[in-house]
């Protein structure tokens, strides 16, 4: 199928060699006509070469204007273009034409051989055959008819004569034929290479290089060109969910290969007529002419393909994609289609990637509050909105405080407060967390710094702050040179999920980052899979059982025997133990039946400004207090008292 569409291609562009020079054509019909009359006069007025200018004449309007047509034809949406029909009467008017040009020159051969006629006639033959081989090379067939048509009788003609001048002449002539049937075949062969060399070249430019689908140029004219003929087409954005990791963790071969893959099983889901293209990076391009129920079934069916596991370079990789669809029309320009599919994109990534969003207007009013929020965000970071509050973690035992965990607060000028689950997943889907959490554990470090030495500061960390362009490790050393903090009075908590992201990396920056004295603290623990096979891999000093278990341990034995279990096996592995969320009574009197080496949650105190933390610190808490300091709230989010000043300054 290929090779009929390029023999078309190549037929088209031959064809159109032929109508490629109407100015030339018109200029040498007024002149051979012009020669022809000419003779005539030379002549006394001959009537044979009146009529043969008449015919010459006739001839140049004739082929004038089939390329008048040729033109309309071609650029015409309403005329049916009938590529052999013109190559008929490209033949014709050639063919006609060298005719023409060989009875002149033989009648005034043979009627006036040694009057000056004879040698504008000459001239003009030899002029005509010289010519050929620069015109009409893209079909040798009508070249050599034209040559024989025009040169052969023409010769002929000098030979008889018998003037050894006009032999000689006509040796020369032979000669002149035989040299232009052999360029002729030679042009004819540049011009066919001439031909595949741009269309290799124009394959090359719509066509990427790495998984040989149609690229962004390929894709873009297409769309330009079916959205101007009114058609309406559906647009599914297919971008990779963390492709970037893979790429970190496996290298950029497997990502390659990957990207190839991906491209070969979103092929293999297309109907006949349907294109996808790679767009640059991890995203495709899908573009069907079906409806939206259909291009849901088509996303669907592209979801549970790519998602299933494959093997890459001899490595078992699973990798999902994110779709976005919208109708496209001609309502709109291609770029306004295009920004829909990102929305919907975006909006199947915010909903957990692996999925699918279908583009509506209210999507694009949710996406344009989104750009807002980061605006908001990144102009907070600007003017010092983002401040710490502070949480003790109590000794049980001593009633000291041992640790005190930074919390990240914002109090937005018009918004409000607002809550770090909202603006976290934001901070880290923008990569504004690196700054964020650089600043936190910077502000945090200078803050511990005015407290006794046996108190720590504990920060949260996030996966992104754990990518390969992101140097955590460098960062941490750097704070903990200008503020001149001890490294083991830093503590940074991760989570179970931030391993998902990249394992073998952030277990080895967890390894450096204790080698210099840094502590490490698995957060929220008991609420994933993995966590006992966590306490083994992990390079970690302390684990904070999520608040679920405090929340539960009055009334549930399950959670007794687990929190036995874990207490038990992290003493045999030397880890410490902390509790989160602890607000009642009843509940510290369980944990306190533990071996904890600390507790967490507002049965002590809790989120406070740093300059209140201060004398809370200096204080003990009696091991048989009675009220707790506030029930009911969540430590995590909650806001300590409104500071009566926010703190200023950029958070670097």
């Known amino acids: 199928m290929a090779l009929l569409e390029e023999q078309d291609a190549l037929n088209e562009q031959l064809i159109a060699a032929l109508y490629a020079t109407r100015g030339p054509i018109l200029v040498g019909s007024v002149t051979v006509t ?181 690229n962004r140029r390929a894709l873009l004219f297409k769309l330009d060109h079916e959205l101007a003929s009114r058609k309406s087409l559906t647009l599914l954005s297919v971008d990779i969910d963390h492709f970037k990791v893979i790429n970190d963790s496996f290298g950029h071969d497997v990502g390659d290969a990957l990207l190839v893959s991906i491209g070969e099983t979103l092929s293999s889901c297309l109907a006949s007529g349907e294109m996808v293209a790679r767009m640059g990076g991890d995203e495709f391009m899908i573009v069907t002419s079906c409806g939206t129920s259909e291009a849901i079934e088509l996303a669907r069916r592209v979801l549970a393909r790519i998602g299933s596991q494959r093997r890459i370079k001899g490595r078992s990789i699973t990798a999902t994609v994110s779709v976005g669809i919208v109708l496209a029309d001609r309502s709109m320009t291609v770029e306004e289609a295009l920004k829909r599919a990102d929305i919907a994109l975006y909006k199947a990534k915010s909903d957990g990637r692996n999925h699918f969003a279908v583009y509506t207007a209210e999507l694009s009013a949710e996406h344009d509050e989104h750009l807002a929020f980061e605006a908001d965000m990144r102009e907070a970071i600007r003017t010092g909105q983002f401040q710490l509050a502070y949480q003790p973690i109590y000794n049980p035992r001593s009633g000291s405080v041992t640790l005190v965990e930074a919390l990240l607060r914002w109090e937005h000028p018009t918004r409000g407060h607002i809550s770090p689950a909202t603006f976290i997943p934001v901070a880290e889907r923008t990569g504004l967390i690196r700054v964020l959490g650089a600043w936190t554990i910077e502000t945090a470090a200078r803050a511990a710094l005015t407290w006794p030495r046996n108190v720590g500061v504990s920060v949260n960390v996030s996966a992104r702050q754990f990518e390969s362009d992101h140097d955590l490790v460098a960062v941490v050393a750097a704070i903990l040179r200008r503020t001149g903090l001890q490294p083991r009075r830093l503590t940074l908590e991760i989570t179970e999920s931030t391993l998902i992201e990249d394992a073998p990396h952030i277990i080895d920056s967890l390894m450096r980052l204790r080698t210099m004295g840094v502590r490490i603290a698995l957060d929220d623990f008991g609420t994933g899979y993995s966590s006992l096979s966590y306490l083994v891999k992990l390079p970690i000093d302390i684990i904070k059982i999520d608040k679920s278990f405090s929340h539960e341990i009055e009334v549930s034995r399950k959670v007794n025997a687990l929190m036995a279990a874990i207490t038990d096996l992290a003493h045999q592995l030397g880890l410490l133990i902390i509790v989160e969320g602890v607000e009642t009574e009843p509940q510290l009197a369980a944990m306190r039946r533990f071996s904890l080496h600390g507790i967490q949650g507002f049965i002590f105190a809790r989120p406070m400004w740093d300059d209140e933390l201060l004398s809370i610190i200096k204080e003990r808490v009696p091991s048989d207090r009675s009220k707790p300091a506030s029930v009911g709230a969540d430590p995590s989010t909650s806001a300590p008292r409104k500071r009566p000043k926010a703190a200023s300054g950029s958070p670097r």
């Open 34 to 214: 012009a020669v022809i009359a000419g003779a005539g006069i030379l002549a006394g007025h001959d009537p044979v070469f009146y009529a043969l200018a008449v015919l010459m004449a006739g001839l140049g309007v004739f082929r004038f204007e089939t390329h008048r047509m040729y033109s309309r034809a071609r650029i015409s949406a309403d005329i049916a273009f009938d590529a052999p029909r013109f190559e008929r009467l490209a033949m014709i008017g050639a063919w006609a034409t060298a005719a023409l040009i060989a009875g002149f020159s033989c009648y005034a051969l043979w009627r006036y051989p040694t009057q000056p006629v004879a040698v504008l006639a000459i001239a003009q033959s030899i002029g005509y055959l010289a010519g050929i081989s620069g015109r009409n090379t893209s079909r040798p067939l009508i070249t050599k008819i034209q040559v024989l048509i025009s040169g052969i009788p023409f010769t002929i003609a000098l030979l008889l004569t018998l003037e050894p001048a006009y032999i000689l002449i006509a040796l020369t002539v032979l000669l002149t034929t035989t040299l232009t049937f052999s360029s002729t075949q030679i042009i004819h062969q540049m011009f066919i290479a001439r031909f595949r060399s741009m269309k290799e070249l124009e394959i090359l430019a719509n066509r990427d290089a790495l998984t040989n689908l149609d």
